[in-house]
């Protein structure tokens, strides 16, 4: 499932559920339900309401990525989550401050770039990195996000010797490679970014 959230909004969304929850008990308790029928009520409520939220994100995401593809014809998309690595981009390109935020991860023969949603609904670029700026791509264990968790991150390493790490999402194409290899999918698309790359011209 193509969904990564920020991690400030997976605290939102939890404690909104547990209220959610909360609240559909009282209610469906007003209703003359008791023990069980309450519980197994409240249960499926909830469920559906995550499932509609998640479909939801799941659409957005979508959308994002097909409007940045269609404006980028040779080039591959996919979801990505930024970190405070990007904060000050996202902050000049989006007209508000985040610490994360959901992006779209376009790459082709002109390089990397990420795309996100502007506060007034339009896409922006956050960052374009040109090929000849870009050292390597590769994946980043390890990399850590939230407060004490840690996950697979991808760093890109620029010529100037910086770095831009974040959370992608592999493709299920990418998903199915490195289930049949037996590696991270963040290492098969690091690996797929890179081959993207044009290859360098010899003098003659």
Same mark, same amino acid.
Request: hydrophobic residues 50%; glycine residues 10%; positive net charge.
């Given at each position: 499932? %193509? ?17 959610? +929850? +909360? ?8 209703? +003359? ?99 000849? %700026? ?7 264990? +390890? ?21 831009? %790490? ?25 690996? %797929? ?12």
């Amino acid at each position: 499932m %193509d969904v990564q959230l920020p991690t400030y909004r997976k605290v939102l969304f939890a404690a909104w559920l547990l209220v959610f +929850g +909360g609240a559909m008990t009282v209610v469906i308790a007003s209703l +003359g339900w008791s023990g069980v029928g309450v519980l197994l009520a409240s249960l499926t409520v909830t469920a559906l309401w995550l499932g509609a939220f998640i479909s939801v994100l799941i659409g957005r995401n979508k959308r994002r990525n097909a409007q940045v593809a269609a404006t980028h014809p040779g080039w591959a998309v996919t979801s990505a989550v930024t970190t405070p690595a990007q904060a000050e981009l996202l902050r000049a390109a989006r007209g508000r401050a985040r610490r994360e935020a959901a992006v779209t991860l376009a790459y082709g023969p002109g390089g990397i770039e990420l795309w996100a949603r502007h506060r007034n609904g339009s896409l922006v670029p956050v960052l374009q990195m040109p090929w000849a %700026d870009v050292a390597d791509v590769r994946a980043l264990p +390890g990399m850590p996000f939230g407060r004490d968790a840690r996950t697979t991150g991808l760093r890109i390493t620029l010529a100037d010797g910086s770095h831009q %790490d974040m959370r992608a999402i592999a493709t299920s194409g990418l998903r199915k490679v490195a289930d049949r290899a037996g590696t991270s999918a963040v290492a098969v698309l690091a690996a %797929d970014i890179e081959a993207h790359r044009p290859p360098a011209r010899t003098r003659h």
